[in-house]
Structure formats: structure tokens, C-alpha cells
């Protein structure tokens, strides 16, 4: 049976404290130490070269690194302003590009701001951005994951991605589970039926396969009443959420999910306990 797979999103204080310098050196330090996946971090936008991009893409595939993208956060699914909204197509079309190279099978999306328009209306403006960008890109086997977020502010409940991810089937559910512990005030994934009710959820919306394979974010994360303040690292006990629950819930639900840890600065650490906890459940 297919199992979970974990990795880092980025290069962390382990990585850079034995002396790595390049994440063309990533995959290789990866395999080393147990991991099997990496979604390359392009926040700030695209800065690689097609070379470069390529070669990281290679060493991946060499060491059997599952690769994965974050697209630049200035990316505006529902921005009010249409010139900025609709420009959101090119920097999508260029992030796939890039994930094209690098071999990645996803592409993550943050799925957009209501802060200073209702719910509604920012639901409807990313939809139409939404089929705009299904239409440009056409066919493509690459995944463009729109990804659960963590202020109150932003849309990206879980009920909501799943209605952006019905525009088109190019489009999958990408679920970070310390943002959504984060805007529901911690309260979001108490026990092991929390976290299995995600997967059924996106099972019976988007269809079973959607659930098997979903691309996931974790890390913990301090909140106020506003929602997400920061990423922290497994070391902190007052924030959640916890990841022992949801290895159990994998496990119980039969899925195999590819979880990529966000912690700040130990997430290749934190991804590497994960791992750790989940196939121990797995014997």
C-alpha cells in the first residue's frame, strides 16, 4: 500500500549548519537523512534560471525527492483591483513553468484575501480568476493546489478551498492543518475524528482520490484572535496543532498524503519526527 511520504518546504538551520549552501545540494541531503520530499519556496517569485531549475529538477529524480512548488505570495486570486487580479494568471503560468522543470507534480496557491470586501464577493472574484487561469493553462498533469490559510481575513476555510477546487479538476485541495488550527482559534483538531473528518470531507466533495493523495502543510502555530501570527517549531507546547492525532487518522483512513513541514527554521527535524511517528503506527 502507498505510504505518506514527508519533506521540508525550504532549507532549514540543519541543512545550512552542515555546511549546505545550494538546494542544488538539497535532494541528495534529503535522501541522507530519511526524507523524500521538498517543495521549493518561490514567496518572493521565480528567481531561478531555467539551468538551475532544471539541474535541482535532476537531482531530485536522481535521489527520489517528490518535488512540489509554492507559488509567489503576491500572486491575488481576489484582488479588487483587475489589472493585479488578472495578472495573477502570468505569475501561475510561470510558477508551472518552473514546477515543470524542477520535475514538482504540485503547485501551491494561496487562495486569497476578504479583507476588505465581503466573503461573498472575494469567493466570486476568485473564481472567475480561478477559470481564467484554467482556461489559460489548458491541459496540464501538473496539480495546482489552493491552500487553506490562516487569518480569519483571508478566505481559505476548508469548505471554501473545496468550492474554488470545483471550478475546474486541474485544481486540488492543499491542506494546512496548522493554518486552519490557527484561524479557528486552536480549536480545530482536538482528536483523531477531527482530522479524519478532513479527509472525508474532500472525499466526498472532490472524489476519493483527491483525499488519498493530498498535499498537506503542517507546522505549529501561534495564533490571536485574528488567526495565524507565526510559525514555531515542534519544541512548542502551548500552540497547536498536534501531529500524533493526525498519524493516527492517516493510518485509520488508509491514505497517503504528502505532508510538507513548515516549521520555522527545524522543519526538515520536524518533518523527520513526523515520519518517524506515522511508520510507527505503520508496523
Keep these: 500500500m502507498k505510504k505518506a511520504t514527508f519533506g521540508p518546504g525550504g532549507n532549514g538551520d540543519w541543512f545550512y549548519s552542515e555546511g549546505k549552501k545550494s538546494t542544488l545540494q538539497t535532494p541528495g541531503w534529503l535522501k541522507e537523512k530519511g526524507l523524500d520530499a521538498f517543495e521549493y519556496?518561490?514567496?518572493?517569485?521565480?528567481?531561478?534560471?531555467?539551468?538551475?531549475?532544471?539541474?535541482?529538477?535532476?537531482k531530485a529524480r536522481e535521489h527520489g525527492i517528490l518535488m512540489s512548488l509554492h507559488t509567489p505570495y503576491f500572486i491575488s486570486l481576489s484582488g479588487v483591483d483587475p489589472e493585479k487580479r488578472l495578472k495573477s494568471i502570468e505569475y501561475i503560468?510561470?510558477?508551472?513553468?518552473?514546477?515543470?522543470?524542477l520535475g514538482a507534480d504540485t503547485i501551491v496557491i494561496h487562495s486569497g484575501s476578504a479583507a476588505k470586501i465581503s466573503r461573498e464577493e472575494a469567493m466570486t472574484?476568485?473564481?472567475?480568476?480561478?477559470?481564467?487561469?484554467?482556461?489559460?493553462?489548458?491541459?496540464?498533469?501538473?496539480?495546482?493546489?489552493?491552500?487553506?490559510m490562516g487569518k480569519v481575513n483571508q478566505l481559505g476555510t476548508l469548505e471554501e478551498v473545496i468550492e474554488q477546487c470545483k471550478v475546474s479538476p486541474v485544481y486540488s485541495p492543499v491542506v494546512d492543518f496548522g493554518h486552519?488550527?490557527?484561524?479557528?482559534?486552536?480549536?480545530?483538531?482536538?482528536?483523531?475524528?477531527?482530522?479524519?473528518r478532513v479527509f472525508d470531507l474532500i472525499g466526498t466533495e472532490l472524489g476519493d482520490s483527491f483525499a488519498r493523495d493530498l498535499h498537506c502543510h503542517f507546522s505549529k502555530i501561534e495564533y490571536t484572535g485574528a488567526g495565524e501570527k507565526k510559525h514555531l517549531t515542534f519544541a512548542d507546547e502551548t500552540f497547536g496543532p498536534w501531529f500524533e492525532p493526525l498519524a493516527e487518522a492517516i493510518v485509520r483512513e488508509g491514505v497517503a498524503p504528502r505532508i510538507i513541514c513548515e516549521s520555522a527554521g527545524t522543519q526538515a527535524e520536524d518533518a523527520l519526527f513526523m515520519k518517524d511517528a506515522y511508520l510507527a503506527l505503520c508496523h
Design 93 to 101: 503560468q510561470k510558477s508551472l513553468w518552473a514546477a515543470d522543470l
Design 125 to 148: 472574484l476568485s473564481k472567475d480568476t480561478l477559470e481564467k487561469v484554467a482556461e489559460a493553462v489548458g491541459e496540464t498533469s501538473i496539480r495546482l493546489g489552493i491552500e487553506t
Design 41 to 58: 519556496e518561490a514567496g518572493n517569485g521565480i528567481t531561478g534560471g531555467e539551468a538551475t531549475l532544471s539541474a535541482i529538477g535532476e
Design 180 to 196: 486552519l488550527n490557527a484561524r479557528n482559534i486552536g480549536g480545530a483538531f482536538p482528536d483523531v475524528d477531527s482530522y479524519r
